[in-house]
């Protein structure tokens, strides 16, 4: 009798083990070809003479149930890469290591549709450019350059702000910008609108500084047709050729309109 | 009663297009559909269509381009659904035409010999081949290191270094914080993927 027990015991873990493999297949952690299909199915027969119990019984059922799902993984993989047409990476390069310079530039070529561009001035970029200079805001009076005030600039209090401070904000900033954005991004407006209209230029300044120190990106949402504030995950040094500038007025009819 | 559209009215809008097409006004070429709309107004990919049609005879076309991640773009390259011969491939099916953007390109290909009058090499070209091809390879992104060390094998260190910032600058390739290297908008507006790598993996080795 304790034989008997000994053999069942063995039976069940073998059982067992069966539906572990079929469900590593499933999960995509196995490959369904390196499952012995007809090995299991003969094992799961000549183990099933030993099953009086029901959950012996459910047991082998789990396990038949198993082997289903690898041959149907096996039939998924089969049909995939039948009907698609398939791409092997290693294949590929494989072929870039093995061809030379002359046979990648020929077969590039042949793949190539160069983008035809003109730089040159159009009416149309005048018009742009008219446009842009007329819609700035007129600077208010007249001010006295270095020149006038004896070619020195005058100190004044509180005026300057410490770089270390404004770092400090910066920081504090991008933070808030982080938790607002979840992974996304955040419109710009809706960033820097605060209750007041200096709190508010005090955060668009701030802002300015954040995507110049390259915290976050200033992008244009191209269906909402806005300007959104995308945080990243850290800063980087970002190369002087890559930046631009994005001029954006913040009068305190802008700030109104916003604001209502 | 609705509005003539004669002649006259596609030709004034067709010349716009052109324009907007064919001079970079920023630090790209083209225009996106949602600008083409609004200059142009509703109806403005009938108007690129007929642009389309005069730039034939040029070998040019009007292409429209819809700027997936690159992991997305090698995916669709990849593995291509089955579809009925004959079938016109729909990309962007479901995508709304003013989420692309246009460029103008060239319709047919260029021989080697014209590579000179775009200022390149076929040292660059077969560089960039490599990038693009190791990068679709490997499902959209793979390591700067790992590009290097691919033309490396080809190429004398200087150029891998100047070949790649060239690339970079130029739109070709993306490079993100943690140094991987992924497919640019120019990749996707001039290359066509599919047919590079049917290409490659057609092409017999001696």
Redesign the interface.
Known sequence: MPGKRRDLKRAREQLEHIIEMCEGVEAGGLDPFSVPVEELIEAIRALFHLWEEPEDLSLDARAVEGISSVIKAQSEWVRERSTRLYMDPFLVEERLSALEPETLASLFLRAWHPVVELEQMTPLSLEMALKYWSELPARGGEEAGPEELGGELMPIEGATVEEERVEEEVEALWEELKRMARGGSVPYWEFIMADTYSETVRRAYLTSFMVSYDYAKLEVDPLRQELVLRPRRKPRKRLKEKATSVVIPISYEEWASHAS | MPARRGKAYYARKVK?AA??L????H?R??A?G?ELRKALGPDYVRVLKVLDGLLRPLD??V?QVFELPSREVAKE??????APEGAEEQEGAGRSP??ARY??????????TE?KY?GWR??D??????A???I????GKAPRADVEA?LR???PDWRVRAGLERFL?SGYLGED?EGTLYLGW?TL?????????????R?E?G
Do not use: N, Q
């Open positions: 716009k324009h907007m064919f001079f970079r006004r630090y070429p083209g996106w949602w040019l076309t292409k390259v990849s593995a291509l659904p089955e003013d989420e460029y103008v390109v060239l319709r047919g290909t260029l021989e080697p590579l775009c076929i040292d070209i077969a560089a960039l081949a490599i693009i091809g190791l679709l390879a490997r499902g691919l094998e080809k190429l600058k914080e120019r507006a001039e290359v066509d993927l599919r047919a590079l790598l049917d290409l490659l993996m092409y080795l």
